[in-house]
């Protein structure tokens, strides 16, 4: 691996889909509860076959600097010697659950 770049890989569910990106920067956020990354990272490949998954991202990604991911929505993140190709997997079908949440704040203290 390069000394003056790091590569990661980071593996998260969105909306029912499994999200595998690659980022050169990523750090727990001031937002409590959250991952910072920023710097993505797609292929910029002379090849005449594209990845329709990674062309998808690459748009959703478009324009984004930084990105925040709640910190229960992380399934793994690797430090990694080159960039893979980023894709979005349904979840469905497997094994990756998400973290039970509630949306609904906690009842004030006493006032009933």
Not at 59 to 86: C, N
Not at 92 to 103: E, H, I, K, Q, R
Request: charged share 25%; proline share 5%; no cysteine.
């Amino acid at each position: 691996m390069s000394a003056n770049r790091q590569i990661y890989r980071v593996i998260f569910l969105n909306q029912g889909k499994i999200y595998e990106i690659y980022v050169s920067s990523i750090y727990q956020s001031d937002l409590y509860g959250f991952i910072e990354v920023e710097e993505f990272l797609f292929g910029e490949r002379a090849q005449v076959v594209v990845d329709p998954s990674e062309e998808r991202l690459k748009s959703e990604f478009a324009g984004v600097q930084r990105s925040f991911i709640p910190m229960q929505a992380i399934i793994r993140i690797d430090e990694v010697e080159k960039e893979g190709v980023a894709k979005v997997t349904d979840a469905s079908g497997s094994n990756v659950t998400a973290f039970p949440m509630s949306f609904n704040p906690p009842p004030k203290g006493g006032n009933s």
